[in-house]
């Protein structure tokens, strides 16, 4: 009897979706009307605008992907999350972190600050300081705009939609002062966005790699083990297995090659703070309490 | 499907979540130290693939079990081969814990529980989804504010440190 549910058990996770990428924020791939391309690649978004595009996003994902119920747990994860902004480059956007309840492993990054991490994800994690290297990665996608380069990037190579050109436009300038408009048209934009199907767009590989290194410097700089981030790529490389046929996989680097890309990295700065603080009891309390 | 092939497969899938001891290679000839740092004694001379478990974390440095020693070995050192398996994939059997982890297996049959993963959770769910507006205030309620996290760091003895790492390196 214990067999036959062990056995179920073992079925059922070997069949759950999953995907085992830490690469985000693939937002956008908004295309730019090649008339607006020079102003587009050259626009400056105000912090308000990336705020209202990003929570326009977050507002979609969340109507497809439900928030995990445990409210001390969301705000356990919203408080590591929190103190690594803060140790960040930009500590003063509305950072807010949220658990989703989906088996698929990943998390996703929104301009503005708002980040999404999947209980998928989290139940793979073993202390606070893995957590902590997840966190940081998506902290650094925002904290270098790596989604509103990548929709200034795409500019020009397909066609616009009434959204994109909207926000190519100088309408968006006008509302700036207009706090309802602003927040109408982040909520439509993000919307677009999700919409049009280009989430799984993903950014640029130096993107990635340049996330990996900020993450793990973030996470130090935190006070925290900043291996945490190693391991969790190195639990990424078990789950997901040989792949390559995958586009998902294909489009992104490896859990090896950023491993290989952050070895020199962290030998020649990080390696004096490997005996920073994991954090592993208060993380399986706030994790155990929820199961 | 014999009780057998569900039992290894509940090993290796349990052994792929909890962590708790996690297999792997080492990626390259590397040494077995008595504790976690390069200037402690050498336990043994690991040569590249040699199969180990790992036990516990620390910092750069895992915890390893290996040809009957344990001690300590850069993670960087380490490699982690994918471990599940699918229920195709088992024509000859598993039989045993070592081959339900994909060792010495080809390629081809190694499992791949991320086959769908955001393609096939989110991309049609985000592109049908109509905005939460609730949902998205509900998450912000919970966030964090500055002198909170202060506190929870604390607790936690993390402290702030300041790390200067030159522009170059970080791009």
Not at chain 1, 117 to 127: K, M, P, Q, V
Not at chain 1, 156 to 167: H, P, R
Not at chain 1, 177 to 198: F, H, I, R
Request: glycine share 8%; net charge positive.
């Amino acid at each position: 009897m214990r067999l036959t549910a062990l056995a179920c058990a073992a079925l059922l996770a070997a069949s759950l979706p999953a995907a085992a990428q830490l690469d985000f924020g693939r937002l956008i791939n908004r295309a730019i009307d090649s008339g607006k391309k020079l102003h587009e690649a050259n626009r400056e978004y105000t912090p308000e605008q990336e705020i209202a595009l990003g929570e326009g996003i977050a507002a979609g994902f969340l109507g497809a992907a439900p928030l995990d119920p445990d409210q001390d747990l969301q705000r356990y994860v919203n408080r590591v999350g929190r103190w690594l902004a803060m140790n960040s480059a930009r500590p003063d956007l509305p950072w807010t972190f949220g658990v989703i309840d989906t088996q698929t492993i990943n998390a996703f990054a929104m301009p503005g600050g708002t980040v999404l991490i999947t209980r998928g994800l989290l139940d793979r994690l073993a202390s606070e300081s893995e957590l902590a290297g997840a966190l940081a990665h998506e902290i650094a996608h925002v904290v270098k705009r790596h989604q509103l380069s990548a929709i200034q990037s795409a500019a020009g190579t397909s066609a616009l939609t009434d959204i994109g050109k909207d926000i190519a436009s100088d309408a968006i300038d006008r509302r700036g002062g207009d706090v309802l408009g602003l927040k109408k048209w982040g909520a439509d934009a993000g919307l677009e966005m999700l919409k049009n199907g280009v989430f799984l767009r993903p950014l640029d590989r130096s993107m990635e790699y340049e996330a990996d290194r900020l993450g793990v410097l973030i996470a130090a700089r935190s006070g925290y083990d900043p291996y945490g981030l190693v391991a969790v790529l190195q639990m990424l490389a078990q789950a997901k297995g040989d792949t390559s046929g995958i586009s998902v996989f294909n489009t992104h680097p490896a859990p090896a090659d950023r491993l290989a890309q952050l070895e020199g990295f962290m030998n020649a700065n990080l390696d004096r703070y490997a005996s920073q603080p994991q954090v592993e009891a208060r993380f399986r309390r706030a994790i155990s309490a929820r199961r | 499907m014999s009780a057998r092939f569900l039992f290894a497969a509940c090993l290796a899938v349990l052994s792929c979540l909890a962590r708790a001891e996690e297999q792997a290679f080492t990626g390259r000839a590397t040494e077995m130290k008595e504790r976690a740092m390069a200037d402690s004694a050498t336990l043994a001379s690991l040569a590249e693939n040699t199969p180990v478990k790992v036990l516990a974390r620390g910092g750069g440095w895992a915890h390893v079990e290996a040809g009957g020693k344990s001690g300590w070995v850069r993670v960087f050192h380490l490699r982690f081969p994918a471990v599940v398996e699918t229920s195709t994939s088992s024509a000859g059997g598993l039989s045993s814990l070592g081959s339900a982890l994909g060792f010495a297996r080809p390629r081809t049959q190694q499992a791949n529980l991320a086959t769908t993963g955001v393609r096939g959770l989110t991309e049609e769910d985000l592109k049908n989804a109509s905005p939460d507006p609730a949902a998205l205030r509900r998450l912000q309620s919970w966030r964090a504010d500055r002198g909170g996290a202060e506190r929870f760091a604390r607790e936690a003895r993390l402290a702030r440190v300041a790390i200067e790492v030159p522009e170059e390196a970080r791009r």
